[in-house]
């Protein structure tokens, strides 16, 4: 076992550990938060498989904008910070969801356990480069409008929600 398996390793273990956590936890901001950790630590597992790329796309558009958007999202809404009783489960509820996720794991077990022994597609130096040549000259201007249109959105949401952007008296 060489030290990359072993940093691997270790980083799959945090990113399943936080991605558990993003999803047990009943904080919404927690849960965000842990979501954050989640996907940092699958962009260090691409990082130790050699993708540098894709850990930095990773990094910039899940870490940098869908997070970032779930919690402006969240003290946009004002939502809740703390648990709710009227959003909690029953325990036979949350046994059944976790005998169907038992289940679901044991079945991509046992279909992606024989594929561990195959041979590993290689990836050239000249694959990464014709992915950063398509991204950053054929598709550079889509990302960039779509970045803009994310942003007059946020602003947008902003101007909408913000106290007194209506008037007291009834509907615009």
């Known amino acids: 076992m060489t030290g990359l398996d072993i940093a691997f390793a270790a980083t799959g273990v945090i990113t399943v550990g936080a991605a558990l956590l993003a999803v ?4 919404l901001v927690h849960a965000a938060l842990w979501l954050v950790l989640s996907l940092g630590g699958l962009a260090g597992c691409y990082l130790v498989l050699g993708a540098e790329l894709v850990a930095l796309v990773h990094v910039l558009v899940y870490v940098g904008a869908v997070v970032v958007l779930v919690i402006f999202a969240l003290m946009l809404t004002r939502a809740p910070i703390g648990p709710r009783a009227e959003h909690s489960t029953s325990r036979l509820h ?3 969801a976790g005998v169907i996720a038992a289940g679901l794991a044991a079945l991509l077990l046992a279909v992606l356990l024989p594929l561990a022994g195959e041979q590993a597609v290689a990836i050239t130096d000249a694959d990464s480069t014709s992915i950063a040549q398509q991204l950053f000259t054929t598709w550079v201007w889509p990302f960039e409008l779509l970045s803009v249109l994310l942003l ?14 209506r008037p007291a008296g009834g509907h615009r």
């Open 24 to 27: 047990t936890t009943r904080h």
């Open 94 to 96: 949350r046994a059944l």
């Open 152 to 165: 007059i959105a946020l602003v947008a949401a902003l101007a909408v929600a913000r106290p007194g952007s």
